[in-house]
């Protein structure tokens, strides 16, 4: 007992709040958003341990849960118009039985501070969260994340949210993305200052190889530097996950194998 008391008052704050590490994850963890191809050809994504869009299809998910791969159903984060102010309407979102498939879990799209719709649903979404984690204490909770804020630094600590998924889109079709630089320094960085980046990774992309109307597109030789990158700065990150996006082009089922090999490659099977 008195040992006990002695860690609490030498340990930082931060580090004796935390809830212990959780072990509901896929190790490690190769995760893919709405990965293109995937029901025509499920083939191209060997090392794929996580979806994170399921829902649509009760018997791919059937099919991918027999591979190994942890199928989350997709859930509205708070920046949900529907919630009517119930706290109750966040924690059913994370209910893991849908159409009669019981899911590994949620993927919460998603804790963005700039939405519109944010202030009003946090505290609603956090209360809900956290009524879900103890109603189903078994089921994985990722969360998509833009700017880690306070409230869900806290969902991260107190063991609510088993994983964060930085927002890291430097190629976002038609429209723009973020450089490198700002998804390390004003993303990640802060969820490593809050000894959280072992329950943190990046989704990179989109994957994409068609040129958008500003004549971008995302090549292999741009994704695998970013990665790299990501892998070399945060070793302690427990995996990757990667934006799929369908746009037609017939080179973009080779860059989407060439993304999963280097998942395999950079997060190998341990």
Known sequence: MRFALLLCLIMPASAAAAEPRPTRLPVPV?????????????????????????????????HLTQR??????????????????????????????????????????EWDTGHANFAREKDLAAAGYRAARTKWPDAI??????????????????????????EGYTFIPNVGGLTLDAICEQRCDVLARAGLIDRTIVCFGYVSAATDTHGRRMTFADLEHQVRHVRQR?????????????????????????????????????
């Open 234 to 270: 945060y070793p302690a990150m427990p995996g990757v996950a990667f934006y799929g996006f369908n746009d037609g082009s017939p080179e973009t089922p080779e860059l989407i194998r060439k993304a999963d090999a280097l998942a395999a490659e950079l997060y190998p099977a341990r």
């Open 68 to 109: 190994g791969v942890a199928v989350l159903k997709w859930a509205y984060g708070p920046n949900s118009p529907w919630s009517e102010g119930r706290v109750e309407y966040f924690t059913d979102q994370c209910d893991p039985l849908f159409k009669g498939f019981r899911y590994a879990g949620v993927g919460i799209d």
């Open 30 to 62: 190769r995760a893919w958003f709405l990965p293109s191809h995937l029901d025509s050809n499920p083939e191209l994504y060997p090392a794929m341990t996580m979806l994170t869009s399921g829902g649509d299809d009760a018997a791919l998910a059937a």
């Open 141 to 166: 909770m990722a969360a998509w994340v833009t700017a880690p804020d306070e409230t869900f630094i806290g969902l991260l600590q107190d063991g609510t949210l088993d994983l964060a998924i930085i």
